[in-house]
């Protein structure tokens, strides 16, 4: 008899069996279809939503001057949206008086809201914003892009002046997003805030400063570097760390630390804002004037061979189709260099005059007593080629002095004397100039060239090339390099290494020292420098038989001081044809300040190229019509910051004997006042104000910094203004200069770091 029970269970095993089979086939087909056929698509999909391992860029550090104070900082870009629709579940009550407040706001300030806007953002009329956001506010749309750009931080605060902006976020609906692009491949600075890259001070100073800017290298974005940000981008750049950005169906989108990135280290320079400032204005000053096509100086501290002012310049096209001079650069077309100052080598000319008489007073082979002849003709031959004098003077004696030689730039004096040192053995006179460092390279930045002198076993040698080697041709100079030679002879001797970085410095504190360092402490005697000396006053400040300056340098003289220095002209080589056929000239000046004491070399030099300028009186052009006329700008300037006149001298009857005291750090003051029997002393220290009263005296009331609100700065000069600020963490801008009259963020608001604020001062 068949059994139905036992084989229907047998049966429905089967099934059970079979279909589970069936699914687990499936399953396992559906996973070998994501795995290899669909993986594209799920991972396109996974990386919408999720990217593991993204790159979170360090914020770059930033470049100080001599007493700490900003020089280039990253200011971050920034998107703005508006969000016409308060929802708060909390609360909704609060929700429906939020709303109705921001549609009474909108209604009533529209227009003024879209007039700012355009004024802020002229790419876009009034019209335009006024339209779409009439449309975003009846549609009570979410996350209106307020700007279809990104904006700086200063656009930002003139944004928040705005009506209904001014109310704040709550109110307006405004919020911000820094700009940021997430990228996964670690290549490709991913998760990087856009940043631009500012000099608080314009262009000056740039070529040296360096560059920073994204570029395309094999289809991988990269960083390009030049100046002191290559330099040092070991410590500007920072540590990267890493995240992972998750993204929801809605498109908001949050990135998750894991490891935070570490800020770049700060480098604090040598460099002078002021003395920059001044050497900027005074050579392009000149170069306007004389519509040349470019110059250059370099200002150093004769004690410490610190660099206090860098500028290069170089002739462009403004909008109006004007002459402009602008800070140079590589963007800047048909320039040899962005850094002539450290990076282009040319012929010198007469500046090398000096290096040429060191020399022979050092090795011994001539006094300050010789003399060679003074030809009556300005062009005489030695060795087969015709030398010539464009400043000759008959001193009636018919010889000529070392120191005359100088004085009038005399290159046929100079040959005579070269020949009677050197003649028999050019070799020692070239072992001389490598002695005195003339073909180092002090890196200062590594595009920095190294100098280059023609020696006597090289095939460039000739039986000419010591003749003009005496004058400045035959070698190839830096700027960089003449201005340590000549800091040397002002230094008596002492030959410092040049320095344009003091300290690196995390959250400001050094970190790392570059101390001063003296190269050679007796290059030459102190009597040869003396002599040397000597002799370049009297380029400046000697007369003739007459009893008028005529020194080629006479254009430097300066009522304040002695100057020290030497003219320079030297024709320029035709890169064309390789000739001097008159394509152009390099004019320098070269000296120190004041020549008695001195505290300042510097070096001045511009360029005229014929090619650019058909002007008739080209010949007339040379170091001391051009550069020395910037030089004693720049050292009646400099000098000047430095003059303290009679505290009696500058009463006046309807005035207050008292001065005032701005307000800020008053250690300085009290110390001042107490100097000149004013009161202050120990009592007037740490921070405050001091006011005159009527009593004919000061009170002072105290007002210790914290670091954790934003201070107010107003009254205060640059100094202790960005100090305090710098301290709550605040990256500054200034615009103008004296007093601080107003600040962009509110005193009393939280400080929080990075934070950009702007400062504006007046005299």
């Not at 960083?223 to 981008?233: A, P, R």
């Amino acid at each position: 008899m068949f059994d139905f029970r036992p084989n229907s269970i047998f049966r429905f095993n089967i099934l059970v069996v079979f279909a589970f089979t069936t699914m687990a086939l499936v399953i396992i087909g559906n996973t070998v279809s994501t795995m290899f056929k669909d993986r594209e698509i799920w991972t396109a999909i996974k990386n919408r939503y999720i990217q593991d391992s993204i790159v979170l860029q360090p914020e770059r550090g930033r470049i100080l001057d001599d007493k700490g104070g900003l020089i280039v900082s990253s200011l971050p870009y920034y998107r703005l949206r508006i969000d016409f629709k308060y929802i708060n579940k909390d609360n909704p009550e609060d929700a429906k008086k939020v709303n109705e407040m921001r549609d009474s706001l909108w209604k009533a300030d529209m227009n003024e809201v879209c007039e700012g806007l355009h004024n802020i953002f002229p790419s876009e009329s009034a019209e335009s914003f006024k339209k779409r956001l009439t449309r975003g506010f009846e549609k009570k749309e979410r996350y209106l892009r307020l700007y279809r750009g990104k904006i700086s931080y200063t656009q930002y605060n003139r944004l928040m002046q705005l009506p209904i902006f001014r109310m704040g976020s709550k109110y307006s609906g405004l919020f911000v997003e820094k700009d940021q692009n997430f990228v996964k491949d670690k290549k490709k600075l991913a998760n990087r805030v856009k940043t631009d890259r500012k000099n608080i001070f314009g262009d000056i100073g740039l070529s040296t400063f360096g560059i920073v800017r994204e570029t395309v290298k094999d289809d991988e974005l990269a960083m390009e570097l030049n100046g002191l940000e290559k330099k040092y981008n070991g410590y500007l750049e920072g540590t990267p760390g890493m995240g992972r950005k998750e993204t929801n169906r809605k498109g908001n989108s949050i990135t998750k630390v894991n490891v935070a990135p570490k800020a770049g280290m700060d480098i604090q320079t040598t460099i002078d804002t002021d003395m920059l400032d001044i050497c900027e204005n005074a050579l392009k000053k000149v170069l306007l004037e004389k519509s040349l096509p470019a110059g250059w100086a370099i200002l150093m501290e004769t004690k410490t061979g610190d660099i206090k002012a860098i500028v290069n310049l170089t002739k462009s096209t403004g909008i109006n189709g004007n002459a402009i001079y602008l800070e140079t650069t590589d963007n800047i077309p048909n320039n040899p260099t962005p850094n002539h100052a450290l990076c282009r080598m040319m012929e010198p000319g007469s500046i090398f005059k000096t290096i040429a008489v060191t020399a022979m007073l050092a090795d011994g082979k001539v006094t300050v007593q010789d003399s060679v002849k003074a030809y009556a003709s300005k062009a005489c031959a030695f060795n087969g080629k015709v030398i010539r004098d464009e400043m000759y003077r008959d001193n009636g004696t018919g010889k000529y002095s070392m120191g005359e030689v100088l004085k009038y730039s005399s290159n046929i004096g100079m040959v005579q004397y070269i020949k009677k040192a050197y003649e028999t053995c050019p070799e020692e006179y070239t072992n001389t100039l490598k002695r005195f460092g003339l073909t180092d390279n002090y890196k200062l930045i590594e595009s920095e060239v190294t100098p280059y002198i023609t020696t006597p076993d090289s095939k460039r040698w000739s039986k000419q090339s010591l003749n003009s080697m005496s004058y400045g041709y035959a070698v190839q100079m830096t700027g960089i390099n003449m201005l340590v030679f000549y800091n040397t002879i002002a230094n008596g001797g002492v030959q410092m290494q040049p320095r344009i970085v003091k300290a690196v410095l995390k959250d400001g504190e050094i970190v790392e020292e570059f101390p001063t360092k003296v190269i050679n402490d007796s290059l030459f005697s102190k009597k040869t420098a003396d002599e040397v000396t000597e002799m370049l006053i009297n380029v400046v400040e000697g007369k003739g038989k007459d009893g008028r300056y005529d020194g080629t340098g006479k254009r430097a003289r300066s009522g304040m001081m002695k100057v020290a220095g030497k003219t320079g002209t030297a024709d320029l080589i035709n890169p064309k044809n390789g000739k001097y056929d008159g394509f152009g000239k390099m004019m320098s000046f070269c000296g120190f300040f004041p020549a008695d004491n001195p505290q300042y070399t510097l070096l001045v030099q511009t360029i005229y190229e014929a090619a650019q300028d058909n002007r008739e009186e080209k010949t007339k052009l040379g170091g001391g019509s051009t550069s020395a006329i910037v030089f004693k700008e720049i050292a009646d300037k400099v000098m000047s910051k430095k003059l303290r006149g009679n505290v009696e001298t500058a009463k006046e009857s309807d005035n207050p004997a008292l001065p005032a005291v701005k307000k800020g750090n008053l250690d300085n003051a009290g110390t001042v006042l107490a100097g000149m029997g004013m009161g202050g002393g120990e009592s007037v220290t740490g921070w405050g104000k001091m006011s005159r009263d009527k009593d004919n005296g000061y009170s002072c009331s105290h007002n210790e910094p914290r670091t954790d609100i934003v201070p107010n700065v107003t009254g205060m000069g640059a100094r202790d203004a960005v100090f305090l600020l710098q301290n709550c963490k605040l990256e500054v801008v200034l615009n103008g200069y004296g007093t601080v009259i107003s600040q962009s963020i509110h005193p009393g608001s939280i400080a929080r770091e990075g934070d950009v604020i702007t400062l504006t001062l007046r005299p």
